[in-house]
């Protein structure tokens, strides 16, 4: 058989409070996420929990993701960083690198395809993880409980509560993972090293491009002019929009 669904993530911000999702149906998926991350991470981090939380099984697994650097780092370029030490090409550092290391590991004897869908264009499943991974961003923001979905209930039976503990959830809900026994009221800001049955998730800290606290007040500054289409600039408006931000600083965000 073969399990489709799809993963996304979504950052107030971005960074800011975010949430990541991963939905099969409404009897299974589940949800979870951070005071404090970036869209990419929320995107990793739903890819990683539905690995985890399929592992028992003996299924082909077709994700549908909206994020081109998530299908990228899987089927590209994840071989060539671990060659280099996870490094990139220029030596640099591979961004989220503890995220991907486990996803490296949990995708080993798995038959898996990813496949493109683009975003907020009505897609069932692709919205259906979108408003999940959102609404958990949203609940941080409010400092409201984390809606975390029932998890896999109808593939695989019991199997699916013990694959899923093992993600990267604390026993408080830090890093909101989607195990079945957590609170999710509360969670550690990016960084913090949850508790895991598993194996263990850290994410570091990823610091704002456009600020650095040793950095003068009078440093210079450099203008960048960056020529959008109509539609682009329209997606980028809403986008800013939903995030509550100006569309200047949501396009920080993303870079």
Avoid at 87 to 101: A, Q, W
Avoid at 125 to 152: I, K, M, T, W, Y
Avoid at 159 to 172: P, Y
Wanted: net charge negative.
């Amino acid at each position: 058989m073969t399990i489709t669904a799809a993963a996304d993530g979504s950052a107030l911000g971005n960074p800011g409070p975010a949430g990541w999702a991963w939905y099969i149906d409404d009897e299974n998926w589940a949800a979870g996420g951070w005071k404090h991350a970036t869209n990419n991470q929320g995107e990793l981090m739903a890819v990683l929990d539905l690995f985890l939380a399929t592992a028992h099984l003996d299924d082909d697994l077709h994700i549908l993701c909206d994020s081109q650097y998530v299908i990228n780092c899987v089927t590209k370029w994840m071989l060539g960083w671990k060659k280099k030490g996870w490094r990139k090409g220029d030596g640099k550092p591979v961004m989220n690198v503890d995220l991907l290391k486990q996803i490296d590991d949990a995708i080993v004897g798995r038959r898996y395809r990813f496949e493109w869908v683009k975003g907020h264009v009505g897609h069932v499943l692709n919205e259906a993880a979108d408003s999940r991974a959102r609404a958990v961003a949203e609940a941080f923001q409010r400092g409201a409980a984390v809606p975390e979905g029932p998890g896999l209930t109808t593939a695989g039976g019991g199997g699916a509560a013990e694959s899923r503990a093992g993600i990267g959830r604390a026993d408080a809900g830090r890093a909101a993972a989607g195990g079945a026994a957590a609170s999710a009221a509360t969670t550690d800001p990016v960084g913090a090293q949850p508790v895991s049955g598993r194996r263990v998730t850290t994410q570091p800290e990823t610091p704002s491009l456009f600020s650095f606290d040793d950095e003068p007040a009078d440093a210079p500054s450099r203008t960048i002019t960056v020529a959008l289409s109509e539609t682009e600039h329209a997606r980028l408006a809403e986008r800013a929009r939903s995030a509550g931000l100006r569309p200047e600083d949501y396009l920080r965000g993303l870079i």
